[in-house]
């Protein structure tokens, strides 16, 4: 049975979260990482992965989460084939933007896939002034790798109140809402409930093609 967006967001947390801490994330990480509302809505979304046997857990045991070998395979593969894909283009040396440099054609290459994330990416083209302050400009390509865990400061795509998605800089709020700053110093920032924000991706580059 395939999985819902929000139950693919919780695994993806929790064997990101362990990639990178080398420990279990606790249910109280996971609702804070996902801007869940409560640990009972966690709670429901590891019963189902359980159920379903992408997920293993330990009772009695704290951080006791374990993601099923299948599907970290899984994840292995989907971010491996695009790395074998990418094209590499000749690096032919540096340009300035000010006073000239020399140019000296070498042997190094561009890895596109720097620019592609670790496989689950995703582009959209920026509409409106937002984001200038940042050199995102309208008409721009942004690249975004979904990911269920943002930190204050990232500039992420974000589904707001289930209907408009938009790209802002993400910061948690004292009070436990959100904040989706522009960096547009005309324009005022959006301050929503958690519960009202879904993430959708966090920014990894941002194309732009001139005719």
């Known amino acids: ?6 139950q693919k967001q919780v695994l993806d947390f929790i064997a990101d979260y362990i990639d990178e801490h080398h420990y279990n994330p606790s249910y109280e990480e996971i609702a804070r990482g996902l801007t869940l509302a409560s640990l009972a809505t966690v709670h429901k979304h590891v019963q189902a992965l359980e159920q379903r046997k992408y ?7 704290s951080r006791s ?3 099923s070998a299948h599907y970290l395979e899984q994840r292995r593969r989907e971010r491996a084939e695009p790395a074998m894909r990418a094209p590499e283009i000749p690096l032919a040396g540096r340009i ?7 140019s000296v054609a070498g042997q190094e290459t561009l890895a596109l896939q720097d620019f592609l994330g ?9 509409r409106g002034d937002s984001m200038i302050d940042d050199h995102i400009c309208s008409g721009d390509f942004v690249l975004a790798e979904k990911t269920a865990e ?9 589904l ?3 209907m408009e998605t938009t790209l802002k800089r993400f910061y948690r709020e004292a009070d436990g809402r959100v904040r989706l700053q522009p960096a547009n110093s005309a324009m005022q920032p959006i301050l929503v409930n958690a ?8 920014l990894i580059s941002v194309l732009r093609k001139y005719k």
């Open 150 to 158: 943002v930190r204050n400061g990232d500039i992420v795509v974000a």
């Open 195 to 202: 519960d009202d924000v879904q993430i959708q991706g966090r």
């Open 118 to 126: 670790r496989g689950d990416t995703f582009a959209l083209e920026v």
């Open 55 to 61: 997920l293993r857990r330990t009772f009695n045991h």
């Open 1 to 6: 049975m395939a999985l819902t967006p929000r």
């Open 65 to 67: 989460l374990e993601v």
């Open 96 to 102: 300035a933007a000010g006073a000239p440099v020399e």
């Open 160 to 162: 707001v109140g289930g």
